[in-house]
T-cell receptor, first 112, second 112 residues
């Protein structure tokens, strides 16, 4: 079945540091890939997405590129802020469906 | 501008009690789903619905029932609560197809 694997957390960075959170997936066909973010005490919200190979999703300074050859969708940001502290989830949807498969989540803490 | 509304936000149950978690959306989305979030396990799909009158099981359906009598509402019932059902529960909705899912703020359930 489908699966998503994220790098183990938690991740702690200083403000303005570079962020990478690794995500790899296993799925048949051509899934769409997503990053969701969960701020403390809130539900998940979409951060960015990519629907086909080599697409780059971007939002709020975050980027991720859909790499079919390595089945990866790593999240990056050049300079993190304290306000980026949250839990980040990588997820996929296969084909034209709506059923999301999530990774384990990565807790990010950014210190001033 | 309500989006997805879940009630209650917090609940404590005794083992064996039953309760219903409410979920309502005002975006006319066809697809609705329930997830549970446990530490280190990401979000796991409990049940989902592709439209009024249609429901199906997800990854972890045991101990939970759902129904979808209207497009807007998708309640989750715990028939006989067990400590293993202590978790944070999220309801989500989306249009069918690999589009953005919108999440409620979650219900933190403790079963003692």
């Amino acid at each position: 079945g489908d699966s998503v694997t994220q790098m183990e957390g938690p991740v702690t960075l200083s403000e303005e540091a570079f962020l990478t959170i690794n995500c790899t997936y296993t799925a048949t066909g051509y899934p769409s890939l997503f990053w969701y973010v969960q701020y403390p005490g809130e539900g998940l919200q979409l951060l960015l997405k990519a629907t086909k190979a080599d697409d780059k999703g971007s939002n709020k300074g975050f980027e991720a590129t859909y790499r079919k050859e390595t089945t990866s969708f790593h999240l990056e940001k050049g300079s993190v802020q304290v306000s980026d502290s949250a839990v980040y989830f990588c997820a996929l949807v296969r084909g034209s469906g709506s059923r999301l498969t999530f990774g384990e989540g990565t807790q990010l803490t950014v210190n001033p | 501008n309500a989006g997805v509304t879940q009630t209650p936000k917090f609940q404590v149950l005794k083992t064996g009690q039953s309760m219903t978690l409410q979920c309502a959306q005002d975006m006319n989305h066809e697809y609705m789903s329930w997830y549970r979030q446990d530490p280190g396990m990401g979000l796991r799909l409990i049940h989902y619905s592709v439209g009024a009158g249609i429901t199906d099981q997800g990854e972890v359906p045991n101990g939970y029932n759902v129904s979808r009598s209207t497009t807007e509402d998708f309640p989750l019932r715990l028939l006989s609560a067990a400590p293993s059902q202590t978790s944070v529960y999220f309801c989500a909705s989306s249009n069918t197809g690999n589009t953005e899912a919108f999440f409620g703020q979650g219900t933190r359930l403790t079963v003692v």
